[in-house]
């Protein structure tokens, strides 16, 4: 049986490579605007319904603006997600090449 070693990852060296700090600050200003977005428009529902009458007119027969809001809630989560995947699988692109940076760089 052969015994290979996997090769020893300095981490440190990734993390101070100039692409890796630009990707996790696009990937956290990506994350925390979202995430605003989010539970802003989330937390309006409460707010709308208790303290104002705004939700509470009818917009299509008897249905209201409630729950036209609520229902938008669902398609904004869906929207949200389907947006997050497709800027992970950038964001997955990146890391792949900052890995290959990495390993190219390794013996020096």
């Known amino acids: 049986m052969g015994n290979k070693q996997k090769p020893i990852i300095d981490y440190e060296r990734i ?3 100039q692409s890796f700090r630009q990707l996790a600050r696009k990937k956290n200003s990506f994350l925390w605007s ?3 977005i ?3 428009l989330y937390m309006l529902l409460p707010i709308l ?3 104002t009458e705004i939700l509470h007119q009818k917009a299509i027969g008897d249905i209201t603006w409630v729950w036209l809001y609520s ?3 669902f398609v904004m989560t869906w929207g949200l997600a389907h947006f997050y ?3 992970a699988n950038k964001y997955d692109a990146e890391a792949k090449s900052i890995i290959a940076e990495y390993e190219g760089g390794r013996s020096k």
């Open 15 to 17: 993390a101070s490579q």
């Open 34 to 36: 979202i995430t605003a």
């Open 38 to 40: 989010f539970l802003v």
């Open 49 to 51: 319904t208790s303290f």
């Open 71 to 73: 229902a938008g809630l």
């Open 85 to 87: 995947v497709a800027r």
